[in-house]
């Protein structure tokens, strides 16, 4: 009986120095995110498709690969029309931190990578679009609805108490006042010089020049690289070789990237009221000020 308890004691005395090896070598392997590291190089590929009217997505991908050490690149694929300007601005931002971290970055263009699009890219290392790829448009939009003509034919009548009288600016409710067209003109005009001291910035253009092109129009991608817009002509592997080769890993490098979120009817049935008209009354003001 003593033999046979010696045996068990052993066997789970073993089981746990087995346990316990495992898990500090696993413990080993794993980032600070929580992500598995091997010794195999590894390039994140984030997606950024649609309007730019949300953030906070974009920027916790950028965020995770710029600070997990085992990330050696990262590329950027942009199928966007434009979007919000501070949303704009937000990835702009993290897309450039991710840059000056040292983690290479590169920007690729789908279809369509145009303003508000456009802007996110000039934080990368190099731009890479598709000959074709429809790009540019740099410039600011504003739009604004105005009901009044159908309210009267309704017989609707709205009243607004306000604090000042910019407070309802903007609203579908009357017309706009040419004093407010002036206030809206200078907001355009300040975000439209954002845009394009960022271009200068980033791209190293003229500002006489830039002012040439940067009236909204749009560009292909063959006509932004004689432009200085973009640095090379590609697709989608080649701007993931471009990573690769100037991070200077191996041609084998794994590539990483989360599965894209589908949207589906229940986002809607399930989603906070309030935000959803607070959404719709910003996108009907101030939705595409960067297209």
Request: hydrophobic residues 40%; glycine residues 8%; aromatic residues 10%.
């Amino acid at each position: 009986m003593a033999k046979k308890s010696d045996w068990i004691i052993g066997g789970v005395i073993l089981l746990f120095i087995i346990i316990f090896f495992l898990t500090f070598i696993s413990l080993l392997f794993i980032s600070p995110e929580g992500d598995f590291v091997t010794s195999q190089d590894k390039v994140a590929c984030v997606e950024l498709y649609g309007p730019i009217f949300n953030s906070k997505d974009i920027v916790r991908q950028l965020k995770k690969y710029r600070k997990n050490k085992s990330i050696d690149a990262v590329v950027l694929r942009i199928e966007s029309p434009g979007g919000a300007i501070g949303a704009s601005q937000e990835i702009y931002d993290e897309v450039k931190k991710t840059r000056e971290s040292g983690k290479i970055t590169i920007a690729s263009m789908g279809n369509v990578a145009a303003s508000g699009g456009y802007y996110v890219a000039c934080g990368a290392d190099k731009i890479v679009a598709n000959p074709g790829t429809i790009t540019g448009s740099i410039g600011v939009i504003a739009e604004f609805f105005d009901i009044t003509r159908l309210t009267d034919k309704l017989g609707l009548k709205f009243e607004t108490i306000k604090s000042g009288k910019f407070k309802d600016s903007g609203s579908p409710y009357r017309t706009l006042t040419s004093e407010e067209r002036k206030y809206f003109q200078k907001l355009i005009d300040d975000s439209f010089q954002q845009f394009v001291d960022v271009v200068h910035k980033e791209r190293g253009i003229d500002k006489e020049e830039l002012y040439k092109i940067a009236d909204g129009r749009v560009f292909t991608g063959q006509q932004a690289k004689e432009l200085n817009l973009v640095d090379e002509l590609g697709n989608y592997e080649d701007a993931i070789s471009l990573a690769i080769k100037m991070a200077g890993i191996s041609e084998d490098a794994k590539i990483i990237k989360e599965k894209r979120r589908k949207f589906n009817i229940f986002d809607i049935l399930f989603a906070d009221i309030e935000e959803i008209i607070f959404r719709l009354r910003y996108n009907m003001i101030f939705g595409y000020l960067l297209k």
